[in-house]
């Protein structure tokens, strides 16, 4: 079985394709902006059951989703990407972080797990990491990995 921290055999190639899930619009509307000018391909989901059937239509290099909504919570989206998504990156977001719960999604596969409120360099970092363990080397947009160099 292959390992997550480990980038996948064959350098991934084209836009790093990245999953919104967040019940609250305003997060959508400040992070897609932000991470589409930088050369991501961003698509936003305020309902998790829509966010669940898009994931049956395309491959997303990266899901980064609130822990706490209603109809389905993040650490069940979590969970159902895990199970079926192997070269897929989960990060959860979320206003309520307390270490167990931040364990449990580590455990539960997640990449990452960011604390609200955070700034869109922030989630930008963490997409970078999650992005060079799928094995992108570079993307579209020049410069964009140069930024998170230092």
Known sequence: MESKDEPVAAAAEGPISVMIV???????????PALSKHGFEVEVFESPTVALKRLGE??????VTD???DEVDGIQLLEHIMSSKSNTRV???TGYATVEV?????????????AKPFKPKDLKAVIYKAALSLGYKGVQKP???SQFRS
């Open 22 to 32: 967040d019940d609250e619009p305003i997060v959508g509307k400040r992070l897609k």
């Open 58 to 63: 395309k491959e997303f290099d990266i899901v």
């Open 67 to 69: 822990l706490r909504m």
């Open 91 to 93: 990060v959860l977001i």
């Open 102 to 114: 931040a364990r449990e999604a580590l455990v539960k596969g997640a990449f990452d797990f960011i």
């Open 143 to 145: 410069g964009l990995f």
